[in-house]
């Protein structure tokens, strides 16, 4: 997990940009991130935490060794599994570097008002094993990325994220740049098993209990939905974002074999 930074830090350092990031896999994809400025290890130790602490001699990073209880406050409670560090937050990019980075063709994520930093982090988790090539979300009414390292299991320090004030004109200018813009809501157009999502694409996820706001999903090109087969008629919005960003892997992955036949 992740909260503002406030018990590591040395005099004078930017404490704007740096989170307290808890836990030993958020951790050890912090250090292979080149992110964390800083460890502390309670005095209990484990094999996984030991894999921190060589990773961090690796990379020259400063390790502290202090109580349980300093820990727990930096924590503020939470499971920390004896490993607290001071992580850099990942760099914003605006939404053309976003574009202008992705892959041929391009899959990427856009939140529309995600809040829950529990539904953030396991979306994120599932973005990156998809290698989508960035995620985009707004800057106000959303959840802090501070919060969300352990719910992303590490994911949050690979993916590429771009912050936008205003998420239908995000939407405009993804459509602008060729790519087709994809809601995700009960009573879409189509299912989206039907949709060609080996297309440039851009999945447009909405809030949790609201869905996507109405400008929004009238300026996607499509708005797709899941079949509900059983007795609940609605899936967790991030493993909604599964069932689709993995179809669209495994359609990409035919038209790449249909392409090299």
């Known amino acids: 997990m992740a909260k503002p930074s406030s018990f590591l830090l040395s005099p004078g350092s930017d404490r704007e940009h740096l989170v307290i990031v808890y836990g030993v896999n958020p951790v050890l994809e912090a250090l292979r991130a080149g992110r964390v400025r800083g460890i502390r290890f309670g005095p209990a130790s484990s094999a996984r935490a ?4 060589r990773l961090a001699a690796a990379a ?40 202008e ?15 829950d930093p529990q539904n953030l982090g396991a979306i994120l988790r599932v973005a990156e094993a ?52 994809v809601g995700l809501e009960a009573g ?19 809030n949790e209990g609201r869905g996507l706001r109405r400008l929004v999903r009238e300026r996607c090109d499509r708005v797709v939905s899941i079949p509900m087969l ?9 493993v909604a974002a599964g069932v689709v960003l993995f179809e669209a892997v495994r359609q990409r992955r035919i038209a790449a074999e249909d392409g090299a036949s």
């Open 101 to 115: 980075g992705a892959s041929a063709p391009a899959l990427l994520l856009v939140l529309d008002g995600i809040e």
């Open 188 to 206: 879409g157009d189509d299912l989206y098993g039907d949709h060609d999502l080996a297309l440039p694409t851009a999945l447009v996820l909405g």
């Open 230 to 238: 059983g007795h609940v008629n609605s899936l967790n919005v991030a």
């Open 50 to 53: 030991a894999e921190v602490r």
């Open 130 to 181: 998809a290698a989508v090539d960035g995620v985009v979300r707004q800057t106000r009414r959303a959840a802090p990325l501070a919060r969300v390292a352990k719910s992303s299991a590490g994911a949050l320090a690979h993916v590429r994220l771009a912050s936008v004030v205003n998420i239908a004109r995000a939407v405009s200018e993804l459509k602008a740049a060729g790519i087709w813009t």
């Open 60 to 99: 020259g990073t400063p390790v502290t060794s202090v109580r349980t209880e300093v820990l727990d406050r930096a924590s503020g409670g939470a499971v920390h599994q004896g490993v607290v560090a001071e992580v850099t937050q990942p760099a914003s990019m605006t939404l053309a570097e976003l574009i």
